[in-house]
């Protein structure tokens, strides 16, 4: 697999309704409680507001919390460039997450806008480091402790990120993010939910 070939690029999406459409977005994906958590806390509707902690170039940080999850933080932000031949795809969004009541500190994961092939691995590269992500649905993410602290580390030294991967239906497409304001983004979420 050759995640960066040359692939046609797609309209840019419009900068003026970033912020709020990302904070609409993330309320629709976190607001949903599961029936365990439902049950657990004696909810029936509840929605999880995600608190804006700092906006730092094209990142920005947010923050909430539940009786399950505890504090959740994290740091969002959406491709500058998006390629592939498709006609249609969801939202794409990259995602540096801290939970508190997890081991794992940060965890790197993308939202892709697509269903992955079954069994692929996206690739992420920063510079000239690479790393191999493991798909999951739409989502991709590193593979353990380690590897997230590493990808981390490249990606706050790093200017720019692409990310490749290949959809069910087989089309390839990658994604460039900006790591500008990446490395204040996270000294936010790691002040407002340490570890």
């Known amino acids: 697999m050759t995640p960066f070939a040359v692939l046609q690029p797609l309209r840019p999406r419009p ?39 700092a906006k730092h170039g094209v990142w920005s940080a947010y923050k909430y919390e539940t009786p399950i999850e505890g504090q959740v933080c994290y740091a969002v932000t959406s491709p ?15 995602f540096v997450t801290t939970r508190t009541t997890e081991n794992v500190p940060r965890r790197v994961t993308i939202v892709t806008g697509y269903t992955y092939l079954s069994g692929s691995i996206a690739q992420a590269n920063v510079g000239t480091q690479k790393f191999a992500l493991q798909t999951r649905n739409t989502v991709a ?14 990606m706050k030294a790093g200017t720019n990120m692409k990310v490749g991967g290949r959809s069910s239906r087989r089309t390839l497409t990658t994604d460039t993010y900006s790591l500008i304001g990446l490395t204040r983004t996270i000294a936010a979420i790691d002040k407002a939910c340490p570890s």
């Open 15 to 53: 900068a003026w309704s970033r912020t709020w459409w990302l904070a609409g977005l993330l309320t629709a994906l976190l607001g949903v409680v599961s029936p365990t958590a439902a049950a657990q806390t004696g909810a029936t509707d509840e929605k999880i507001i995600p608190v804006p902690l």
């Open 80 to 94: 500058i460039e998006e390629k592939g031949d498709y006609t249609e795809r969801g939202d794409v969004l990259l």
């Open 141 to 154: 993410s590193a593979r353990d402790t380690v590897a997230n602290e590493t990808m981390i580390k490249a």
